[in-house]
């Protein structure tokens, strides 16, 4: 097992493998630059300069790959009106707001693996006031950062709660060493809804029937930090369908994971491909000249 450190190449058979560490919602991503027969590729991956990390988009803007034959780049923003995206802190009072201006418990709807998004919520916790609960999940993915400086189980604001789904799981592979190290930082079922008006729940569509169980949705309300089409799909209609039907207040606090942030890369020789989520967004991205991939 090879582990990736920033522009530290690294051989893989035939090729040769330069990562570039990205503000990205991920934790650990990278660009990456391929090297093989005599020829260059950069793939930017996701990429924004919005996020807790935006410096790094700043130094690959200041020192990019040089003499890249192929630069492959997403481009899932390509085509939208607004690119003006909120940062990371920008968020932070937004969600400061609606933590004091809700009685009960705000629901948080995010990945748990945005890491910068958690950092977000964690922050306005502490402005609030609140308690941050996550799932146990997630808690392992903050373990498993080793990065002691993001929110871990062990700080006085975070408790870990587990819901069904993961403790059907741990039981299912006998991961029993998971639950044992979070045994003094859990926060169970029939005391939720006590510290509801308190705390702040991490929270996915699939807790629906965990927080039922525990009834302490009374002033709850809902805070979606995703990308807003994920409410629209047809795969969380019913998810939907319970928000409303429970009357549940619901707010959109999110910025873009990546944008149409172009590296500035030297002389691409042959050509650039640009990786789209619609075919109208692809021609938009076929019409740009070459002499104008540059910083944007």
């Known amino acids: 097992m090879k ?9 893989l058979g035939p090729f040769t493998i330069t990562p570039f560490l990205v503000d990205h919602s ?4 990278y660009a990456v630059l391929v090297e093989a027969d005599g020829k260059r590729l950069f793939y930017t991956g996701d990429l924004r300069a919005h996020g807790r ?13 040089k003499n890249v034959d192929i630069l492959l780049m997403e481009g899932t923003c390509v085509g939208r009106e607004d690119q003006n995206f909120p940062s990371e802190d920008d968020l932070v009072p937004l969600l400061v707001d609606v933590f004091r201006q809700t009685r009960g418990m705000p629901l948080v709807w995010c990945s748990g693996q945005n890491i910068d998004r ?7 916790c502490k402005h609030a006031d609140r308690r941050f609960i996550v799932d146990m999940y997630t808690a392992e993915i903050l373990r498993a950062t080793g990065n002691e400086r993001l929110p871990q189980a062990v700080w006085d604001r975070v408790r ?6 993961q403790k059907r799981r741990i039981l299912q592979d006998r991961a029993f060493e998971i639950p044992d190290h979070y045994r003094p930082y859990r926060i169970f079922p029939e005391a939720l809804a006590e510290a ?3 705390s702040v729940m991490l929270f996915r569509p699939s807790m629906v029937r965990d927080v039922e169980k525990a009834n302490y949705l009374n002033d709850a309300c ?17 998810f939907a369908e319970w928000i409303e039907q429970r009357g549940l207040p619901l707010h959109r606090c999110h910025t873009a994971p990546n944008q149409v942030l172009v590296l500035k890369i030297t002389h691409p020789q042959n050509r650039v491909e640009i990786l789209a989520e619609t075919r109208p967004m692809l ?13 944007i």
């Open 53 to 65: 990390k935006g410096s790094l988009f700043e130094n690959s803007i200041a020192n990019p790959p």
């Open 26 to 29: 991920a934790y650990d991503a």
């Open 196 to 198: 509801a008006s308190k």
């Open 283 to 295: 021609r938009q991205c076929m019409r740009v000249p070459l002499n104008l991939l540059q910083a």
């Open 160 to 165: 870990v709660f587990l819901p069904a789904s």
């Open 118 to 124: 958690i950092v977000t919520v964690f922050k306005a």
């Open 3 to 11: 582990h990736l450190a920033d522009r530290t190449a690294i051989s």
């Open 222 to 238: 809902v805070v979606c930090s995703v990308w807003p089409g994920y409410l629209a799909d047809e795969g969380n209609r019913r």
